[in-house]
């Protein structure tokens, strides 16, 4: 199995800073693209910021200019650095991770989520 564990969230003001952090574990032979997704309430889960394990990337319209993803592949973890919040960045963040246990068949695999909310 493979287990994705996030954390970093919490409450901040509009304007400030968090930065969220997912690790993976478990029966891993390779990880190609990691991601953060988010969803609000009422709302469909969308695509926050992915990046290869080339570290290519990949931003929301949204979030570009103040989210930014990297990730330590020797750690098999991703981070999301997120700057300039706004009310409307609330929402559950998930962390993706598509990875292969046997080296040749790659499956998506998300964490729990961690709560982020923004005041206004």
């Known amino acids: 199995q493979v287990q994705l564990v996030e954390s970093g969230g919490g409450l901040v003001q509009a304007g400030g800073s968090l930065r969220l952090s997912c690790a993976a574990s478990?029966?891993?032979?390779?990880?190609?693209?990691m991601g953060w997704y988010r969803q609000a309430p009422g709302k469909q889960r969308e695509l926050v910021a992915t990046?290869?394990?080339?570290?290519?990337?990949n931003y929301a319209d949204s979030v570009k200019g103040r989210f930014t993803i990297s990730r330590d592949n020797a750690k098999n973890t991703v981070y999301l650095q997120m700057n300039s919040l706004k009310p409307e960045d609330t929402a559950v963040y998930y962390c993706?991770?598509?990875?292969?246990?046997?080296?040749?068949?790659?499956?998506?695999?998300w964490g729990r989520g961690t709560q982020v909310t923004v005041s206004s």
């Open positions: 993706n991770a598509e990875a292969t246990r046997n080296g040749w068949t790659y499956t998506p695999y």
């Open positions: 478990g029966s891993i032979f390779s990880i190609n693209a």
């Open positions: 990046i290869t394990s080339g570290g290519n990337t």
